[in-house]
Structures are given as C-alpha cells and as structure tokens.
C-alpha cells in the first residue's frame, strides 16, 4: 500500500531563510508524488509533481523537491522564505490502483517571522 | 476560466438535517472525488467517481452520499447518520493518469452543526 509521512506538523522560519518541509513515501512500485499548498479556508494549489521523469523536480514559487528512491524520500525546498509562503503544505502519493485515488499526509504548517 | 466551483462556502446545519454541498466542474475530466478535512489530519477521502452513474465509497463514506448523473456533478449530501459533520469539505476533479496526472481542488465548503 502507497502512504506519506510528513515528519514535521509544524515549521518556523525567518522571513529570507531557507525552508525545509520533510516527506517520506511508503510505495511498491515507482509513485507519482505531488505537493499541494493550502492557504486559510482555501482549496488546495498544486506546487510541483513528480511523475517518474527528473528527479528534481521545479515547481511554482520558487518552490522544488528532490526525489531520491534509495531514502524514499521527497523532501520540499526553497531557498529564501517569503511571507506568503505561510501555509500549510501536504504531501501527497498516487495510490496504484485502476481508480487513481491519492493518499495526503497530514500536513505541515509553515509560519514565517518577520 | 475552467477550474471547479463548490457552494455555498459556508454552512450551518441543524442537528438530524441532511444538507448537500455543491460541486460543479467544467474541467472535462472524469474522475472527481470528496474529501474532509479536519485539523492535524490531513484530507481524508469520502468517495470518488471514476465515470458518469458510477462512484466508490472512500475511507470515511458512513453517513455521507453521492451522485453523478452528469460528469460536470458531483453532489454529496451529508446525512443525519454523520455522527459529527462539522469540517472543511473539498470536492476535486483529476485529469488522466499518466505523466500529467494531477489533481484540481475546489475552494471548499466549511459546514458547521449548530
């Protein structure tokens, strides 16, 4: 069975700092793997995906990730922190299954300091 | 603009009434899905539907039902049986399942029992 764990529930940065959101996936075959960002009492915005192409993957907002199979890892990055990156971030699999439901984690929340 | 609507934003149900949320796509896509959101749990999935006039309980389907008689609709009524309806509900539609697979979320309804 396919499964995220976000390793961290809750992340503070300074304003201009770097950002680190941890993801670890649980998958038996190659998984499509995607990270969405959720603003207050918003839908959910597609950030970047991976889908078995390059391993680094570029997303909006200066946002990437990186997969790495040997540390089933796929970790969200972005080098300088803003204040509207305060939100809350989830990481999310696509179960292989014929009906392409996704699995979330739990979510992580982002607080950015002046 | 294609995306997906979900309405009314906000809601207050009575104790022992069903209410129905409203999602409507104009995305072309076939499989759509409802999800809730709680707190620290990330999304959990309700039910989902591959095609027109058919559709599959997801993790959490007690006390919640759906239809789909148009591939634009995808309503759910939550029942009096849902023991505690109160969450942020999301409704999205997914695109094929190869390498553009990708979710679309709407902007959520927010129920409340009172």
């Known amino acids: 069975a396919q499964s995220v764990t976000q390793l961290d529930s809750h992340v503070s940065v300074s304003e201009g700092t770097p950002v680190l959101l941890r993801c670890n996936y649980s998958?038996?075959?190659?998984?499509?793997l995607f990270w969405y960002v959720q603003h207050p009492n918003k839908g959910l915005q597609l950030l970047l995906k991976?889908?078995?192409?390059?391993?680094l993957v570029k997303g909006i907002n200066g946002f990437e990730a990186e997969f790495k199979k040997s540390e089933t890892s796929f970790h969200l990055t972005k080098p300088s922190a803003h204040m509207s990156d305060a939100a809350e971030y989830f990481c999310?699999?696509?179960?292989?299954?014929?009906?392409?439901?996704?699995?979330f984690g739990a979510g992580t929340q982002v607080v950015v300091t002046p | 603009d294609g995306g997906i609507t979900q309405s009314p934003k906000y809601l207050f149900r009575k104790e022992g009434q069903n209410v129905t949320l409203s999602c409507e796509q104009n995305l072309n896509h076939d499989a759509m899905y409802w999800y809730r959101q709680d707190p620290g749990q990330g999304l959990r999935l309700i039910y989902y539907?591959?095609?027109?006039?058919?559709?599959q309980k997801g993790d959490i389907a007690e006390g919640y039902s759906v239809s789909r008689e148009k591939k634009e609709s995808f309503p759910l009524t939550v029942t009096s049986a849902q023991k505690n309806p109160t969450a942020f509900y999301l409704c999205?539609?997914?695109?094929?399942?190869?390498?553009?697979?990708?979710?679309?979320f709407g902007q959520g309804t927010r129920l409340t029992v009172v």
């Open positions: 999205a539609s997914r695109t094929g399942l190869g390498a553009t697979v990708e979710a679309f």
């Open positions: 998958s038996s075959y190659s998984p499509s």
């Open positions: 991976y889908t078995s192409a390059a391993t």
């Open positions: 999310v699999v696509r179960i292989t299954d014929s009906w392409g439901k996704f699995q």
């Open positions: 539907s591959q095609i027109v006039n058919d559709f």
